[in-house]
């Protein structure tokens, strides 16, 4: 567990309250705009930021208690931090860099450097200075180098922020990797809700200096209420699924929710991993009877809860799903009032395209409604799960 | 040879002056450059004040606080006489302290800016990664302003070779004791036949100051090199 209730006061009048705790396990997202102080939270954690008042407790060690005057330094602290702009040390080669934390780590050396060499791909680069690299090996070096100081937390501000979108998806395959391969807890800074549906299970959201909500990433990011502090997205509906099985002649994937199924392209995880599944709100469709003879391969049927008049022509139908979930659909103001869309009315929903990620297998959801995962099946599967990109389907 | 015994000990004399004199100010200068650079306190602007007073002064006045402080009779100087018996006077040991006491605050000026010019988050980096606030100074931020220390040997090096005004005041023109290069030029044009004296110890100056410039160029080069600045 994670323990963070700290406030801080700068003169330029910035102030930061965060009161929230994340899991001693897999990815918690701390997200909002940029200037909303999700860095600052960081940086306290890590204690190059020192608060006010207040106490920071990681697994059993305490950080921060103004109370009781504690106050660890940084390099006690045993945090990994990958900056944004990777802070590799230019006078040294890459092994040097990445054995800078390790010799430093006396105590521990459970986390190996041919592991994470290995994991990251960066054995070709050991001798090369940090100069020479591009910005995506970088970024993967500034990672090991963070790992091999063997810490108990690993702190990521936007660690993708500074790359393309082609290195981006160079690195996010590896971050994924770490999240599944550590038991190590991750508190990721970003302002991306894409990577943080990749990567995060719990989300902190953060305006003004203030953590406003905290919880797991489907119950925060559904919150409506939301949507203005966590910036206009695309997003739609996040259901937490489980694979359940594969047709590999079809290339097709079956994961399964609490209100059904939905079919897939093949998702390189074994039967029983846990995914998640996106919806963009302009995905789907609604229809008023039983759609026959359409491509699209994934109908739910549900109730109307609400419409909601969105920007120019659009409006914003929620659809409450047998067991309560709740799905967007985009339409047209015009097409509600052809169908005469009324809260109450049952529809069917017809999903166009799903994107579909995979999840922490160490993170259970409080409302998970499936047993947890078996972590041994098809180990082999899991190291290709690492490049699944999020796949569509139509 | 190109030069006279006593030129060549004016130079060789100037060498040792300006070699010791950078030796001994670069520790105390790299210490106050990180102070000035990165330590917030009151008074720090007086402190810089009193660092920048050597630039300031007129060197005799330099030369003079030093002797009636360092003095054999110097606040000082009477007990390092008395107790270590060590005088300052006349010696080498005292133009090398002159020396260094004019230059120290050209070589501050390099090392605060190469100090200001080094990434504190690179320090950050290195603390998060186990480092105490000592050892991230000596392995990371030492010798990334490796070149800051360099430039600043070199002008710590150059004034000290020039320095006449406060040596000649606090341990005034002995030969072979304080007679560095410009105090002998300044004999030499106070003798009758002294103009070739005079040439031949500006020929050697202007030598020197090339060759060090030189050097410098091509040490900065390689470390930049290594720091991947280039």
């Given at each position: 567990m994670?323990?963070?209730?700290v406030?801080?006061?700068r003169?330029?009048g910035?102030?930061?309250?965060a009161?929230?705790?994340?899991p001693?396990m897999?990815?918690t997202?701390?997200?909002?705009?940029s200037g909303s102080?999700?860095?600052?939270i960081i940086q306290?954690?890590?204690?190059?930021?020192?608060?006010?008042?207040?106490?920071?407790?990681?697994g059993d060690?305490?950080f921060?208690?103004?109370?009781?005057?504690?106050?660890l330094?940084?390099?006690?602290?045993?945090?990994?931090?990958?900056?944004?702009?990777?802070r590799l040390?230019?006078?040294l080669s890459?092994?040097?860099?990445l054995?800078?934390?390790q010799r430093?780590?006396?105590?521990?050396?459970?986390?190996?450097?041919?592991a994470?060499?290995?994991?990251?791909?960066?054995?070709p680069?050991?001798?090369r200075r940090?100069h020479?690299l591009?910005?995506g090996?970088r970024q993967?070096?500034a990672i090991?180098?963070?790992l091999?100081?063997?810490p108990?937390?690993?702190?990521m501000d936007e660690?993708l922020?500074?790359?393309?979108?082609m290195?981006?998806?160079?690195?996010?395959?590896y971050?994924?990797r770490l999240r599944?391969d550590?038991r190590?807890?991750i508190l990721?800074v970003?302002?991306s809700?894409?990577?943080?549906?990749?990567l995060?299970?719990?989300?902190?959201?953060?305006q003004?200096g203030t953590?406003i909500?905290a919880g797991?990433?489907s119950?925060?990011l559904?919150?409506?209420?939301?949507?203005p502090v966590l910036?206009r997205?695309?997003?739609?509906?996040?259901?937490e699924?489980k694979?359940k099985?594969?047709?590999?002649?079809?290339?097709?994937?079956?994961?399964?929710f609490?209100d059904?199924e939905l079919?897939v392209?093949l998702?390189?995880?074994?039967?029983g991993a846990p995914?998640r599944a996106?919806?963009r709100?302009?995905?789907v469709?609604?229809?008023?009877s039983?759609?026959?003879?359409?491509?699209?391969t994934?109908r739910?049927?549900?109730?109307?809860?609400d419409?909601?008049?969105?920007?120019?022509?659009?409006?914003?139908?929620?659809?409450?799903?047998?067991h309560k979930?709740l799905l967007?659909?985009l339409?047209t103001v015009e097409s509600?009032e052809?169908?005469?869309?009324?809260?109450g009315?049952?529809?069917?929903?017809?999903?166009?395209?799903?994107?579909?990620?995979?999840?922490s297998?160490h993170?259970?959801?409080r409302?998970e409604p499936?047993?947890?995962?078996?972590?041994?099946?098809?180990?082999g599967?899991?190291l290709?799960?690492?490049r699944s990109?999020?796949?569509?389907s139509? | 040879?190109l030069?006279?015994?006593d030129e060549?000990t004016?130079?060789?004399?100037?060498?040792?002056v300006?070699?010791w004199?950078t030796?001994w100010s670069?520790?105390p200068?790299i210490?106050?450059g990180?102070i000035l650079s990165?330590?917030e306190f009151?008074g720090?602007g007086?402190?810089d004040g009193?660092v920048?007073?050597?630039l300031?002064l007129?060197?005799v006045?330099v030369?003079?606080?030093l002797?009636?402080?360092?003095?054999?009779r110097?606040?000082?100087g009477?007990?390092?006489y008395?107790?270590?018996?060590?005088?300052?006077?006349?010696t080498?040991?005292g133009?090398?302290v002159?020396?260094a006491?004019v230059?120290?605050?050209l070589?501050?000026?390099?090392?605060?800016l190469a100090?200001d010019?080094?990434?504190k988050?690179?320090?950050t980096?290195?603390?998060?990664?186990?480092?105490s606030k000592l050892?991230?100074f000596?392995?990371?931020?030492?010798?990334?302003m490796l070149?800051g220390?360099?430039?600043?040997?070199?002008i710590s090096?150059?004034s000290a070779?020039g320095?006449?005004?406060a040596t000649i005041?606090?341990?005034?023109?002995?030969?072979g004791q304080?007679?560095?290069?410009p105090l002998a030029?300044y004999s030499?044009?106070?003798?009758p036949?002294?103009?070739?004296?005079a040439l031949?110890l500006t020929a050697?100056?202007?030598?020197?100051?090339?060759g060090?410039?030189i050097?410098?160029e091509?040490?900065?080069r390689?470390i930049k090199?290594a720091?991947g600045?280039?």
């Amino acid at each position: 567990m994670i323990e963070i209730d700290v406030s801080l006061t700068r003169s330029t009048g910035f102030s930061l309250e965060a009161h929230f705790s994340a899991p001693g396990m897999g990815v918690t997202a701390l997200f909002g705009r940029s200037g909303s102080g999700k860095t600052t939270i960081i940086q306290v954690v890590a204690g190059s930021v020192k608060p006010d008042k207040g106490r920071i407790q990681v697994g059993d060690e305490v950080f921060f208690d103004s109370a009781k005057g504690i106050d660890l330094p940084i390099e006690k602290r045993r945090v990994g931090y990958v900056f944004q702009d990777a802070r590799l040390f230019p006078h040294l080669s890459v092994e040097n860099n990445l054995r800078y934390g390790q010799r430093r780590a006396r105590h521990d050396q459970s986390i190996g450097f041919d592991a994470v060499v290995d994991m990251l791909g960066i054995k070709p680069l050991l001798k090369r200075r940090p100069h020479t690299l591009s910005g995506g090996e970088r970024q993967r070096v500034a990672i090991g180098r963070a790992l091999l100081a063997q810490p108990r937390l690993l702190l990521m501000d936007e660690p993708l922020a500074s790359l393309d979108e082609m290195r981006k998806a160079e690195i996010l395959p590896y971050l994924e990797r770490l999240r599944d391969d550590l038991r190590l807890p991750i508190l990721y800074v970003s302002h991306s809700i894409d990577e943080v549906l990749r990567l995060s299970d719990v989300v902190a959201a953060v305006q003004n200096g203030t953590v406003i909500a905290a919880g797991p990433l489907s119950e925060v990011l559904s919150r409506r209420e939301l949507l203005p502090v966590l910036g206009r997205f695309d997003l739609g509906t996040i259901f937490e699924c489980k694979v359940k099985s594969h047709d590999i002649s079809l290339a097709l994937s079956t994961i399964t929710f609490a209100d059904g199924e939905l079919r897939v392209p093949l998702v390189d995880r074994p039967p029983g991993a846990p995914v998640r599944a996106r919806i963009r709100s302009r995905d789907v469709a609604l229809s008023l009877s039983r759609p026959i003879d359409v491509s699209v391969t994934n109908r739910l049927s549900g109730v109307i809860r609400d419409i909601r008049r969105e920007e120019g022509p659009y409006a914003d139908v929620a659809v409450e799903l047998p067991h309560k979930g709740l799905l967007h659909a985009l339409v047209t103001v015009e097409s509600v009032e052809r169908l005469a869309l009324e809260p109450g009315m049952p529809v069917w929903a017809m999903i166009k395209a799903v994107a579909v990620d995979s999840r922490s297998p160490h993170f259970e959801a409080r409302d998970e409604p499936f047993t947890p995962p078996s972590h041994s099946a098809a180990p082999g599967l899991r190291l290709v799960s690492a490049r699944s990109l999020p796949q569509e389907s139509s | 040879m190109l030069l006279t015994p006593d030129e060549w000990t004016a130079v060789v004399l100037s060498l040792r002056v300006a070699f010791w004199a950078t030796v001994w100010s670069m520790p105390p200068a790299i210490f106050v450059g990180w102070i000035l650079s990165r330590v917030e306190f009151p008074g720090k602007g007086l402190f810089d004040g009193i660092v920048h007073l050597p630039l300031v002064l007129p060197k005799v006045v330099v030369g003079y606080i030093l002797l009636i402080t360092l003095g054999t009779r110097g606040y000082l100087g009477q007990y390092l006489y008395d107790w270590f018996g060590i005088s300052l006077m006349f010696t080498t040991a005292g133009a090398t302290v002159a020396a260094a006491v004019v230059s120290f605050p050209l070589s501050v000026n390099a090392i605060r800016l190469a100090i200001d010019g080094v990434d504190k988050g690179i320090e950050t980096a290195a603390r998060t990664l186990g480092a105490s606030k000592l050892d991230a100074f000596f392995t990371v931020t030492l010798p990334l302003m490796l070149p800051g220390i360099l430039s600043g040997a070199l002008i710590s090096l150059a004034s000290a070779l020039g320095e006449f005004g406060a040596t000649i005041t606090f341990v005034s023109n002995v030969e072979g004791q304080t007679r560095t290069i410009p105090l002998a030029i300044y004999s030499a044009t106070h003798m009758p036949d002294g103009d070739a004296m005079a040439l031949r110890l500006t020929a050697v100056s202007v030598v020197l100051a090339l060759g060090a410039l030189i050097l410098a160029e091509m040490a900065d080069r390689r470390i930049k090199i290594a720091l991947g600045r280039i």
